[in-house]
């Protein structure tokens, strides 16, 4: 009798969840958005950003197109053309819903030296809506 009740109830609990991505702590997202960076897993890295993501060059200066959409399009072209695209994470900072790193990104192409730069992710019901880049 027990287990004819419990069986429905954590369906119905499930079922009625909020997604994973709104119980992600901010930090969890950059990593989860790193991983699927190194991974080249153009879906898990575009999962992690929101519907309208916008990308800056510090401070303010747009960089690229707004959007999931647009960002997918940008990465799946890195992907594709640098098949060794990897990031490391050389220092972070967590402050409320921002996460920042220091990072370093190698395989960028013959000749082409690691380029170092600082990242500032803003991350809002689990998933990154805007992003500022530092040289």
């Known amino acids: 009798m027990f ?26 997202t950059v990593q ?11 879906e898990a890295f575009a999962g992690t950003f ?16 707004k959007g999931r959409e ?6 799946a072209q890195r992907f594709k053309d640098h098949p060794d695209l990897h990031v ?10 921002y996460v920042i790193q220091r990072e370093r990104i190698s ?4 000749g082409k030296p690691a380029l170092e730069l600082v990242l500032i992710y803003q991350v809002e019901n689990g998933l990154i809506s805007q992003f500022w880049s530092i040289p």
């Open 3 to 28: 287990r004819s009740f419990l069986l429905p109830a954590v369906a119905a609990v499930l079922m009625a969840a909020p997604p994973a991505t709104e119980h992600r702590s901010p930090l969890r």
């Open 70 to 75: 647009a960002l997918k399009r940008t990465y």
């Open 32 to 42: 989860a958005q790193t991983e699927a960076f190194n991974a080249h897993d153009l």
């Open 50 to 65: 929101a519907e309208g993501v916008e990308a800056f060059a510090f401070p303010s200066t747009t960089q690229g197109a």
């Open 88 to 97: 490391s994470v050389k220092d972070q900072i967590v402050s409320g819903a």
């Open 107 to 110: 395989g960028r192409g013959a």
